[in-house]
C-alpha cells in the first residue's frame, strides 16, 4: 500500500469516527430531547383538558399519594413500584420525565372529595419515533462521511497531481537539478502538503465541531445569549427572543435588561446584576420578567463572562430558562404545606422527620411539648430520643425499631416518655419508611400524639377485664340481663326518634294553618294594632317551629352533622325580630330592652336567619332573666375583616369570674341557687356557643358582679365585602332638613334615635326629659317617651303649653303592651323601637305615609293577581290534610289561579291522566301512596306519552332534613319548599317556572 493510499485510509477512519460522535451526540441531545419536549408539551395539553380523550399511544393515571393507583391500590403503571411510581410523579412535575421509552406527565388532582387526592399522570410510548430518528441520524452520518472521504480524495489527488506536473518548473526556479534536488524538493511538498492538510482538517473539525453546537444553542428551548459589558443583547436565540416576547432589533433598541425592570423584583438583585456587569464576574438570579403584552413570567438568570476579545472588549454569555410552572408549583406546595401544618395542629398531632443514614431527627413545637422538652436545650436525634424514653420501655422500643429497619417496614409504637418534671406519658409514633433501591430505608416521616389517656383507660380495661374474667361464671345471668337491656334501649331510642319525626310532623302541619292564614290576613287591609298583632303571631310560630327543628337537630349537634342553611336575609330585621319575641317579658320586669343597629350594617348577608335568630334570643332571654333593674341592649356593629359583630349587654347580677368557664357546659349553670332562682336547664348558652362555631364564628363574655355582663360573638357571612349598606339610614328626602326634638329618659336610647335621625336629615336635639326642653326654639317633630315622669297624661295642647310651641307632630314611644288607652297621642311606636316603624311614622310630617308605600311594595312583591293571565298554569295541590290545602288553594288565588285539590299520592297520578296539569305542589307524607312515589309514577306516565310536554312538580313537607330534599331531586320533583308555607315561597316557584319556560321557548 503506498504512502499516499495510507494518508487517505487514516482520514477515512478518522472521519468516519468524528461523524459517528457527532451523530451520537444528535441522537441522544437533540432528536432524543426535540421528541420528547414535544410529546411532553402534547400530554400537557391533554392532561390540563377537561375530559380525558382517548389517544393511540397515551395512557392515563390516577395515582393517589401512596403511589398506588385510584380504584385498585394492587395495580401499578408497568412494573413500577408505588416509591418509584410516586418518584416518576415527582420527576415529571419538576420537568421532563423519560423512562424506557414512554414519557410521563403529571399534575396535581382531587379525586371526587378532599380527602382523596394525588396526580393525574399521563405516558405515551414515543420508542418507535425514538428508533426512526436514531435510523435517520445514523443514515445522515453515513452520507456525511461517504461525501466527506469523496471530496477529500478527490482534492487530495488533484493536490498531488498539481505538484507533479510543476516539479521540473520548480527545480529550475530554485536552481535545483539533478535527482537529490528532485528529492529534496519533493520532501519539503510532501511536508508542506501535510502541514496544509493538518491546517485543513484542524479547520474542517473545528467547523464540524462548532455546527452542531451552534444548531443547538440556536434551537435550545432555553433561552441562550450573549450581551456586552452594558448588558446590551448582541445575539440571542429563538427560545430566548421567545420567552421575552420581542425580536432582536428591539432588545438592542430598548435599555439593558428593560423586560426584567418590574416592581416586584428586588432592587437588590437588579443591584447584584448591574455589579457583576460591571466588575465582569458572574451571577445568578431568579427575577420576574414583563413581555410587551403585559404577560408576566418567572426566569432563572445565569450571566458568567467570555473571554475578552483583542481589544479588550468584556462580553457575557447568558443562560435563561423560564421557572414559571415552577414557581407556580411552589406556590401551590407551600400552601398545600401551610394548610397541612394547620390540619396537624388543629388535630393536636405533631410531626417528626429521621433521617436514619445521618442519625438527623427533625420535631415540630407540638413534638417537643409531648415529650416534655424545649427547642431551646433540646437538641433532637436518634440517642436524644431513646434518652426521653422511660428506661424500662428502652430495649422494647430499640427492638421494634432495629427490626423496622431490617425489614423495611414502618414504624408504629407507642412509647411510655419520663418528663423532665418526673412526670409519665404515652405517645403514639406512627412513621412511614422511604427506601432506596436496594431496599435499605433511609428516612422515616411520621406523626405523634398524646394517647396518654388512651393508654390508661386500656390499661384500665384489662385490669377491669381480669377482674371481670375472675368473676365470669358469677355474672354471667347479668350480661344476659344487660344484653338486654340495652337491645330495650335501643328499640327505645329508635322509638323515640320515630315518635320526634312524627311529632315534627303533627305539630307542624296545623302550624302551617297558623302560619299560612297569618301571613294572607297580613296581606289584608288592617290597622296598626291589627298589624303589629298578625306579625307577632307569625313570628312566634316562625320560632316555635326554629325549637322543633333544634329538638329534632340536638342530636345532629352532639355528632357535629348539623347543617348550616345558606340564604339572603336581612340582619336588621333578623334582629328586630329575635327582640319583639322577648319584647313582652322585658315589660313585665320593666327592664328596657333596645334593639340597635349599626347604619353600616349590610341590608343582605348569606347564611342561617333560623340559628342567628336562636342564637339572639337565648342571650337576650338570658340577659332578661338576670336582670332586675337597668337595661338590655341588643347590638349588631358594621362589618369587620369579613365578620358582622353581634354583642347583648345587660345591667344584671354578673357572673364571677371563676365561674365564668363553666358558662359554656352543657346542663351548667354559675351555681345551684341561679338554677333554683331563675330556673332554666343551662343547655341554651352551650348550643348558642356550638351554633355560632358552626356558622364560622366565636363567641365570649365579659362581665363583672353586680355591674352586668356582654355576651360578644361574630359571625363569618359569605360575599360580605360587596354587600351594600342597608338604605333604611340614608338620607330621607321627605325628613331632611326637619328638626325633631328627642325627650328619653334612657341615656342609650336617647343617644341610638339621636344618632338615627341625623343620618336621616334631620336636626336632632336630645334630651332626657320634656322639662328640659329649650325654650327659644322651635321643633317639627316632638318624640316622647311613655316613661317620661313629666309627661304623665298630657295631651298634645299640654305638650304645646310645655314647649312654649305646637308642633307639626307629636310621637310617643309606648311599652310592649300598651293598647294606648291612657295615652292621648294620635302618633304611637312600640318598644324595642324598630327603624322602620319609627320611619314610617315620621315620614307622614310631609303628608306621605312611608307605610302606605311600603305596604303597597310588599303586596306587589308578594302577591300579584295579575300573574295568571301573564303565566296561565293548570296548578294541582296534593296535600292529606285540609287545612294545608286551603292555605295552598287561597295563597294561589292570590296569583289568580284555581288549584285542583287532591289528598293522596294516588289521586294526584289518576289527576296527571286525566288531565295534563302545568304545576303540581306534591306533599311528601300521605296515606296510600307518598309524594315521592307519586312523583315517580307520574314521571313515567310522562315519558309513556309521545308528548314532549312535563309537568313541574315542587315538594311540600315537614320534615326539613337533608335527606328530603335528596329524596325529592332522586324521585324528579323541581323545587323543595318547607312548610309552613309562605306566599314567598309561592311566588318563588311561580318565578321559576316562568323563567324556564321563557328560556325553553
Partial sequence: MTKFNKIQLRWSVIALAVTSMLGFLSSEFVAKKLIVSAETARLRVLLDGAEVPREAGVEFYSVLTDGSLLGNENLAIGSLSKENTLRLVYRSQEGVAYREGWVYVSGPAKFGSETASGWRVARSNVAERMESAFSAVLVVVLCTWGCFCGMFFAYHRSLLGAVRGKSEQIRKTFGLAGPEGKREIEEELSELCEGLSKIRREGDRALSELQPLAAIATNASEGLFICDASGKIEWANEGFLGMVGSSLEEL?????????????????????????????????????GVRPDGSVYWASLDLKPLDSKADGTQRFFGIQIDITEQRRASAELEEVSRRFALAMESANVGIWDWDVKRGDLVWDEHTYGLYGVSRANFKPSYHSWMNCIDPDDTNRVVRSIDSSLANGENIDLVLCVRKGDGSEAFVKSVGRAFCNEAGEVTRYIGIASDVTAEHRAKKNLIEQKEEAETLALRLADAVKQSKKAASEAYQATRAKSAFLAMMSHEIRTPMNGVIGMASLLLETELDEYQRDYLNTIRVSGDTLLTLINDILDYSKIESGKLEIEMAPFS???????????????????????????????????????????QVLVNLVGNAIKFTEVGEVELCVHGPKDGKVHFSVRDTGIGIPEDRMNRLFEVFSQVDSSTTRKFGGSGLGLSISKQLTNLMGGEMWVESSIGRGSVFHFDIAFEELGGASADPIYAKQEALVGKTILIAQPNSVLRGYLNRLCQGWGMKAHAISSIEHCPKAERFDIVLVDEDDAKLGAAGCNEISDTLGFEPELVVQLLNYGETGGRSVFEHRVYKPCKVSSLLDVLASVGGTSRDEVSKSEAKATDTDAEFAQRLPLRVLVADDNSVNQKVARMMLKKFGYSADLVANGVEAVEAVKQCDYDLVFMDCQMPEMDGFEATRVIRQIERDRSSSKRAYIFALTANVRGES?????????????????????????????????????
Fill in 252 to 288: 438592542q433598541q430598548a435599555e439593558p435588561f428593560a423586560y426584567m425592570r418590574t416592581e416586584r423584583n428586588d432592587p437588590l438583585y437588579l443591584a447584584r446584576l448591574g455589579r457583576a456587569v460591571e466588575i465582569g464576574d458572574s451571577v445568578s438570579l431568579e427575577l420576574e
Fill in 571 to 613: 340582619l336588621r330585621e333578623c334582629a328586630e325580630e329575635a327582640a319583639d319575641l322577648l319584647a313582652s317579658k322585658a315589660a313585665e320586669k320593666g327592664v328596657d330592652l333596645i334593639c340597635r343597629v349599626d347604619p353600616g350594617t349590610p341590608a343582605e348577608v348569606v347564611g342561617d336567619i333560623t340559628r342567628l335568630r
Fill in 965 to 1001: 330534599m335528596e329524596m325529592s331531586k332522586e324521585a324528579g320533583m323541581d323545587g323543595f319548599l318547607a312548610k309552613p308555607i309562605k306566599l314567598g315561597d309561592i311566588r318563588h316557584a311561580l318565578k321559576e317556572v316562568e323563567a324556564d319556560l321563557i328560556s325553553s321557548k
